[in-house]
Structures are given as structure tokens and as C-alpha cells.
């Protein structure tokens, strides 16, 4: 399948693709770090907003999630912000689950694949 792109709703000139490109409309965008996320910083009218990658992605091709959920990267890697590697977790337990990644011994080592069901769309376990 090739490389989806959207518009980035309110800034004109500038896209987003499935792979978690971003373009002006001159160029690709080279991103930035911030606290380890891809990031980039858009322009229009006088305004400015420097936003993590992934979230430009989710927003651009499923919307704002849900009230109370956030932005996962299912891979764990803050610089992976393809689509399909993103996935909208309820905020308490996607605090709960990163608690457990950092600190594994107080959960067992419950694996990765015993909290994720891809048949669902849903992590099951929780504290």
C-alpha cells in the first residue's frame, strides 16, 4: 500500500502521511526532539505550534481521541509514528501500563502480548 498524506486541519500548506512524514509545502519536514518524540514546528499567520509527530498523524487520519484516552506507540518507540503503530489507550491505563514497563518486578513481568488483544483493539489488563 503507498504512502497516505492529509491535510493537518488549521495549517494550511502542511501534511502528515500514514508514515509519519510531514510536509510544507516546499519541502519534508526534518523533525526535532522533544523528550525523546519526533516533533516538528509549523507556521501560518504570525502563529507557530511545535507538536509531536505521532499526534499530528493520529488527529490528521482518526481524529481527537476520545475523551480520556491517549496516543499509545504499541511498539514503545517514541519515534515510530506510523499509523498502525499508534493505537488510542484509556489515559489511567496507559499510565498504569507504562508504570509496569518501568517497573516490572511490581507486576509479575506480564508480557507485552498477554495485555494487548489485537482482536479486541483493547489492552485487558490493568492493576
Given at each position: 500500500m503507498s504512502?497516505q498524506?492529509k491535510d493537518?486541519?488549521d ?5 502528515v502521511?500514514?508514515?509519519?512524514r510531514?510536509q510544507?509545502?516546499?519541502k519534508?519536514l ?7 518524540y519526533p ?5 501560518h ?19 481527537s481521541p ?6 499509545h506507540h504499541?511498539?514503545h ?6 499509523l ?7 489515559s489511567g ?7 509496569r514497563h518501568?517497573?516490572p ?8 502480548t498477554?495485555?494487548?488483544d489485537?482482536r479486541?483493539?483493547d489492552w485487558?489488563?490493568?492493576l
Amino acid at each position: 500500500m503507498s504512502e497516505q498524506w492529509k491535510d493537518i486541519a488549521d495549517w494550511p500548506g502542511y501534511s502528515v502521511s500514514d508514515l509519519g512524514r510531514v510536509q510544507s509545502p516546499n519541502k519534508i519536514l526534518n523533525p526535532c526532539k522533544s523528550d525523546g518524540y519526533p516533533c516538528v514546528t509549523l507556521y501560518h499567520e504570525g502563529k507557530r505550534l511545535t507538536i509531536r509527530i505521532h499526534l499530528l498523524v493520529w488527529y490528521a487520519f482518526k481524529g481527537s481521541p476520545a475523551s480520556g484516552y491517549v496516543v499509545h506507540h504499541k511498539s514503545h518507540d517514541r519515534g515510530d509514528a506510523r499509523l498502525d503503530n499508534l493505537h488510542a489507550m484509556l489515559s489511567g491505563k496507559h499510565t498504569s501500563y507504562h508504570w509496569r514497563h518501568r517497573n516490572p518486578g511490581s507486576y509479575h513481568n506480564v508480557a507485552l502480548t498477554e495485555l494487548y488483544d489485537d482482536r479486541r483493539d483493547d489492552w485487558g489488563a490493568s492493576l
